[in-house]
């Protein structure tokens, strides 16, 4: 009997050491997930960044030349591409004065000379994302030839007409 609970309370201890042991396993791989998860993301995150290449009014402090915290994480992402890499730094005005856009304009140049990055390198300008892009006065103008275009093709194609 002794030795029937002696062996009972081994396998009940050997059975809590694995339990203990596969929890240890399982949060090392769920701490492993995470990480793998927030890195992939923090990728996705600064290829963003630096397709985008643009500083916002709210990368800057209100009102203020600084950049903020988003801005500082933004500037540092751009900053470290354009060491490596020649391209546009778009900053955008937004509603502010224009002095206060220069000495915006002004404290990110000098935060790109601190971080290395080459004068020649970055070219600044007020423009969007994408570059200058077309201005949606040419969209309408060419989407309204289209539609004149479709809807005279229609016409002459139910009348019999070829129209080219």
Same mark, same amino acid.
């Given at each position: 009997? +002794?030795?029937?609970?002696?062996? #009972?309370?081994?396998?009940?201890?050997?059975?809590?050491?694995?339990?203990?042991?596969?929890?240890?396993? /399982?949060?090392?791989?769920?701490?492993?997930?995470?990480?793998? %998860?927030?890195?992939?993301?923090?990728?996705? @995150?600064? $290829? =963003?960044? *630096?397709?985008?290449?643009?500083?916002?009014?709210?990368? !800057? %402090?209100?009102?203020?030349?600084? &950049?903020?915290? &988003?801005?500082?994480?933004? !500037?540092?992402?751009?900053?470290?591409? !354009?060491?490596?890499?020649?391209?546009?730094? $778009?900053?955008?005005?937004?509603? @502010?004065? =224009?002095?206060?856009?220069?000495?915006?304009?002004?404290?990110?140049? /000098? +935060?790109?000379?601190?971080?290395?990055?080459?004068? $020649?390198? @970055?070219? %600044? /300008?007020?423009?969007?994302?994408?570059?200058?892009? #077309?201005?949606?006065? +040419?969209?309408?103008? *060419?989407?309204?030839?289209?539609?004149?275009? &479709?809807?005279?093709?229609?016409?002459?194609?139910?009348?019999?007409?070829?129209?080219?």
């Amino acid at each position: 009997m +002794r030795l029937c609970g002696a062996l #009972m309370i081994g396998l009940a201890c050997g059975l809590v050491v694995g339990c203990q042991e596969e929890a240890t396993q /399982s949060k090392a791989n769920k701490n492993l997930d995470a990480e793998l %998860v927030n890195t992939l993301n923090n990728i996705g @995150v600064e $290829n =963003a960044i *630096i397709t985008q290449h643009t500083l916002y009014p709210y990368h !800057f %402090v209100t009102g203020g030349e600084q &950049l903020n915290d &988003l801005g500082q994480r933004d !500037f540092a992402v751009l900053a470290k591409h !354009f060491t490596e890499h020649p391209g546009v730094l $778009n900053i955008r005005r937004g509603e @502010v004065s =224009a002095e206060l856009y220069n000495g915006r304009v002004a404290y990110v140049v /000098s +935060r790109l000379k601190e971080a290395g990055v080459e004068k $020649n390198r @970055v070219t %600044v /300008s007020d423009e969007m994302p994408g570059g200058t892009g #077309m201005s949606s006065e +040419r969209v309408v103008t *060419i989407l309204q030839k289209e539609t004149q275009t &479709l809807t005279t093709t229609r016409r002459g194609a139910s009348s019999g007409m070829i129209t080219q």
